[in-house]
């Protein structure tokens, strides 16, 4: 073996670099550091001739063979011709100014022989100038880096990385298959042994209360019983152990786990004692949370771990805590639906039971009422036709308006059991032919009391019958309710038009009014149950919000529809459509 090549006085004593040579505080570690430095460094005088005082290991392997001893000779002897005026140019620049030259991929001809110029070649130069006590620039010190060695480096990054891609597809594809955890944490490390490779791995979790950090099960390559053994080591936030190291300032440690006693409760004892012999072990953080160690044990490689298991390592701990984060994610989303779903499902339960109640109370109430009702229309008949003794001059004016009244409730009686029974579905249709003037004109004939003087009701239907096949009550419960609402709707009276036609193979009822219309925006909520729109002119305006909803339905029962065209302030048409009679 050689002798470590001297260094000359002139570095040891005064240069730009004394302040790390000083923080090294030993002149012979600073030789040993750039003698093992894989760069190439060479140290010459700073005079015209350039002359080599000092050159590591690296350089002078670099030198071209014929050309040795290197030490003595000028510099840019070692070089080609078309090389060496720049060569001495840069030497110039640092000696002159007394400044660092940095010169990135410069070009120089790489000599396979005395005198004969190689092939073109490039590398990155680094002068730095070193001054006398004098301040006089007596040296330069130059590190020199072949660029094509960095190609080098970034090809043997890429293998790496492809490894570790075509690795990752494996986990990515195992991890998705499993539930539980210990068969991630399985699956997750054997993958590590395969991209490492090593004969075990494991994913050390850190537990912030006992200040210890313990394998998961599942790792690779330990029985159950070495893990029981390396739970629990010791990991204390301000310590200064391997394992805080690791878990709290990032340090990747790559190295023999040795046979020195050390302490026997650290990290590197804890593996010793069951028989691991090296590793690579760094933190296991996803993004700020700092979880605990990965490490790969025992390499399977003669030549232990290399500095690309490092990097296979490092990315696939990233990569592994994304799916670690990913599955966490899943979990919490899974658990959200749940909620959310628990919570659905409980809303739905309860607006089932009241929709229930609300049918129900329908069907009582209308009920209820109809008794009651009978008794009041009995009475209202016998005065009518005199057998309920003569009434008095007052009461026989009134009398067409209080039947006109005890229609209106009849009406709203019938709308209750209607919607009660549709929500039953136990609503069946009469169907039978028939002649929609006719259903028009009771219609209105039955309202006409309750148009008052402000309101003109004018009915239109044509000369022909316009013929439906329908449940004849069923459509003049529509009919009513749609000129009953623009009666209604038209507090300050108005025409009320009621025309009925036959069009496109289609009959319809349509109902225009000049009342107070209804907002593009509440038009779908005309129809719903119960739907009710609550403006200033509504006010004072009675009704339950069941007429459309039973009015549409019903329409719709027999293949037609009920639609609205209006404009606020202007007033509405309702039309009702139904499919001609064949
Ligand atoms: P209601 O018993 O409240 O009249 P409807 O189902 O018949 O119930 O009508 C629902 C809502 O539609 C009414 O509350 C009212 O706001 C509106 N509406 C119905 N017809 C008209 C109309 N011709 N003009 C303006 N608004 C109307």
């Known amino acids: 073996m050689q002798a470590a090549p001297q260094v000359p006085d002139p570095l040891r004593i005064s240069s730009a670099l004394s302040p790390a040579l000083f923080a090294l505080g030993d002149p012979d570690r600073f030789v040993e550091l750039l003698n093992s430095n894989p760069a190439g460094v060479v140290l010459v005088d700073a005079g015209p001739e350039l002359t080599i005082v000092y050159c590591n290991d690296a350089f002078r392997r670099w030198a071209p063979p014929g050309r040795r001893p290197v030490v003595g000779r000028p510099l840019p002897e070692l070089f080609a011709w078309s090389d060496r005026a720049a060569i001495r140019a840069s030497y110039r620049e640092a000696v002159r100014t007394g400044q660092p030259v940095h010169w990135r ?71 998705s298959d499993h539930g539980d955890l210990t068969a991630f944490f399985g699956e997750l490390s054997r993958a590590l042994t395969d991209l490492v490779p090593a004969a075990r791995a494991a994913f050390w979790l850190h537990d912030p209360a006992a200040e210890t950090i313990s394998p998961q099960a599942g790792a690779a390559g330990f029985t159950a019983e070495q893990l029981d053994r390396l739970c629990g080591v010791p990991c204390p936030s301000g310590g200064q152990g391997v394992a805080e190291r ?111 109640l609300k049918t129900d109370f329908l069907k009582l109430a209308s009920h209820e009422l109809r008794g009651p009702l009978a008794v ?14 003569p009434v008095g001059e007052h ?23 209607e919607t009660a029974r549709l ?29 008052g003087a402000r309101h003109r009701l004018v009915t239109e239907t044509p000369g022909a019958p316009v013929e439906v096949r329908g449940d004849h009550s069923r459509l003049s419960m ?36 000049e009342g107070i219309g209804i907002a593009a925006a509440d038009r779908d909520r005309l129809f719903t149950r119960f739907g009710r729109i609550a403006t200033p002119d509504t006010v004072g ?6 007429g459309l909803y039973l009015s549409r339905n019903l329409a719709r029962r027999h293949g037609g529809d009920v639609d609205v065209e209006s404009e606020p302030g202007r007033g509405s048409t309702f039309t009702l459509s139904l499919p001609l009679a064949r």
């Not at 790489?110 to 990155?124: D, E, I, P, V």
């Not at 409760?265 to 004692?273: E, G, K």
């Not at 009041?376 to 003794?389: C, Q």
């Open 105 to 175: 991929s410069a070009s120089y001809h790489a000599r396979s022989g005395a005198g004969s110029a190689g092939r073109l070649a490039h590398w990155n130069v680094s002068h730095y100038p070193l001054s006398g006590p004098a301040g006089r620039v007596t040296h330069v010190l130059t590190f020199t880096v072949d660029v094509p060695d960095e190609a080098a480096v970034r090809a043997r990054m890429r293998k790496a990385q492809q490894r570790v891609l075509d690795g990752l597809g494996d986990v990515a594809r195992h991890l």
């Open 376 to 389: 009041v229309r009995g009475y209202i008949s016998m005065m009518e036709d005199g057998t309920l003794a």
């Open 541 to 546: 305006i009675a009704g339950t919000g069941l």
């Open 478 to 513: 529509i009919v009513t309710n749609l000129v009953h609402n623009a009666l209604k709707y038209s507090p300050a009276g108005g025409e009320v038009r009621v025309s009925c036609r036959s069009a496109d193979g289609g009959a319809e009822v349509a109902v225009t009014d």
């Open 423 to 451: 929500d039953d579905s136990a609503l069946q249709l009469q169907l039978a032919r028939l002649d929609l003037r006719e259903v028009v004109h009771e219609a209105v004939r039955s309202l006409e009391p309750l148009a």
């Open 246 to 356: 690791i878990v709290f300032h990032d340090l990747v440690v790559r190295d023999h786990v040795g046979v020195g006693a050390g302490d026997a409760t650290s990290y590197r004892a804890a593996l010793r004692a069951v028989g691991v012999t090296d590793t690579i072990s760094m933190p296991w953080r996803v993004g700020d949370r700092r979880l605990g160690v990965v490490g790969v044990y025992d390499s399977t490689r003669p030549a232990g771990f290399s500095e690309e298991d490092a990097w296979v390592l490092q990315a696939a701990v990233t990569a592994a805590a994304l799916v670690w984060e990913h599955r966490q994610a899943d979990a919490a989303v899974a658990e959200l639906r749940e909620r959310e779903a628990a919570t659905l499902r409980q809303r739905i339960e309860q607006s089932t039971k009241l929709e229930q």
């Open 395 to 417: 009461v026989g004016p009134v009398l067409p308006l209080l039947r006109a009244k005890l229609d209106e409730m009849d009406r709203l009686i019938n709308e209750m059991l």
